[in-house]
């Protein structure tokens, strides 16, 4: 695959790299996205399941659709987009991932520096002490885990429509994008703010911003450069590239 010069010329003098991703890049792991033919939201309804209300509601309901998809992300593991992004850290003084996923895949291919903006569906935590609680650490035998501090209910570690972003990771991935010469936007639909203002953040304060995708997508217009293509295949040629640059 060629790419184009500038974007070659921007690798060769970049320090600073950000990737902005979602769940397209986690697609070839085996884990749907959210949006489009076969989307989670097509077939699910997010006010049912990703919701406060619903959880006082129904959670042996909502919790019973987090197992499922924890077993799913459990079985998934990392695949070479993943793993080229992890090895960008060998070849870049900072590397930052800024992620709208949950499934943990970033870190197990490596990644050091991650910021989950929508958490991570391996932590949990007690809805009245918020006492915190790893996924393996759970009694699961009895539906909903029940807090041994408070006998409150616990929940995924999850953001749900209508709450607010953790604020400490939003603002590092803000942080991380305001100094980034590249923003890498990997397999996001780019339509969920706030998250959306980091890659934002990045063009506005002067980074180069590469968009990944197998469609065009409504951010595709800000893109400095729209690669069309899977990620898995996309990320490892970009890498292939930069080990050519810096064999010189
Ligand atoms: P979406 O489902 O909205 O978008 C997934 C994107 O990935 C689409 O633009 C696809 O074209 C693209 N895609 C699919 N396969 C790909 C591949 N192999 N390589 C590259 N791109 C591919 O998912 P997100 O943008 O992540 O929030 O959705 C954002 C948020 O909406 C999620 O974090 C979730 C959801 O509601 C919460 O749960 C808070």
């Not at 500038?6 to 600073?16: G, P, Q, S, V």
């Not at 997010?46 to 006082?56: C, G």
């Not at 980034?180 to 780019?190: K, M, P």
Request: proline share 4%.
């Amino acid at each position: 695959m060629e790419f184009k010069q500038e974007f070659i010329e921007k690798l060769t003098n970049a320090k600073r790299i950000v990737f902005f991703t979602g769940a397209g890049i986690s697609v070839e792991s085996g884990i749907s996205t959210f949006r489009g033919k076969d989307g989670i939201w097509n077939k699910l309804k997010p006010e049912e399941l990703a919701n406060f209300n619903a959880f006082l509601k129904n959670p042996d309901m909502v919790w019973e659709w987090y197992q499922h998809r924890r077993q799913i992300i459990h079985e998934a593991k990392p695949n070479p987009g993943h793993i080229a992004i992890a090895e960008f850290q060998n070849y870049f003084e900072d590397v930052t991932v800024v992620t709208q996923n949950i499934d943990n895949l970033h870190r197990r291919a490596g990644s050091k520096k991650i910021f989950e903006l929508h958490g991570n569906i391996e932590r949990n935590y007690c809805i009245d002490c918020g006492t915190f609680y790893n996924s393996p650490d759970l009694d699961i035998s009895k539906g909903v885990p029940k807090c041994k501090n408070c006998g409150g209910l616990i929940r995924p570690d999850v953001v749900w429509f209508g709450e607010m972003l953790p604020q400490d990771e939003y603002n590092s991935g803000e942080k991380a994008a305001e100094s980034s010469d590249i923003c890498f936007v990997v397999g996001t639909s780019a339509v969920v703010y706030p998250a959306v203002y980091i890659p934002m953040t990045a063009k506005q304060s002067g980074a180069y911003l590469v968009e990944i995708n197998i469609d065009t997508t409504e951010f595709s217009r800000y893109a400095d450069y729209s690669i069309l293509g899977e990620a898995g295949k996309i990320l490892p040629l970009i890498l292939e590239e930069i080990k050519k640059i810096r064999k010189g």
